[in-house]
Nanobody
Framework: VQLQASGGGLVQAGGSLRLSCAASGSIVSINIMGWFRRAPGKQRELVAAITSGGTTKYADSVKGRFNISRDNAKNTVYLQMNSLKPEDTAVYYC??????????????WGNGTLVTVSS
């Protein structure tokens, strides 16, 4: 399973970015899709996650500003980030929990995409 993330970049505070992450490979179904981030000098944290049924979970710091969604037909997860703050600056990673054609379930990580928010 491979995950390809894109959409990061440099934006001014108050601006918006949309991250995308497409999964490919031996995938029968994707259970949970999520976004994590690691800011300089900090531990990785969960930003948002979405189940196959559409239930979402957000970190308190992004509630009301970020929105996670998924397109099951494209095996893709999105993160719409609005009202960005300098403290949102981090490398963002997508992660999925999926089932393969061999009946195996696993967690997979995408490449990181850097989001930089200037003040």
């Amino acid at each position: 399973v491979q995950l390809q993330a894109s959409g990061g970049g440099l934006v001014q505070a108050g601006g918006s970015l949309r991250l995308s992450c497409a999964a490919s490979g031996s995938i029968v179904s994707i259970n949970i899709m999520g976004w994590f981030r690691r800011a300089p000098g900090k531990q990785r944290e969960l930003v948002a996650a979405i189940t196959s049924g559409g239930t979402t979970k957000y970190a308190d710091s992004v509630k009301g500003r970020f929105n996670i969604s998924r397109d099951n037909a494209k095996n893709t997860v999105y993160l719409q980030m609005n009202s960005l703050k300098p403290e949102d600056t981090a490398v963002y990673y997508c992660q999925i929990n999926s089932d393969s054609y061999l009946g195996q379930r696993g967690d997979y990580w995408g490449n990181g995409t850097l989001v930089t928010v200037s003040s």
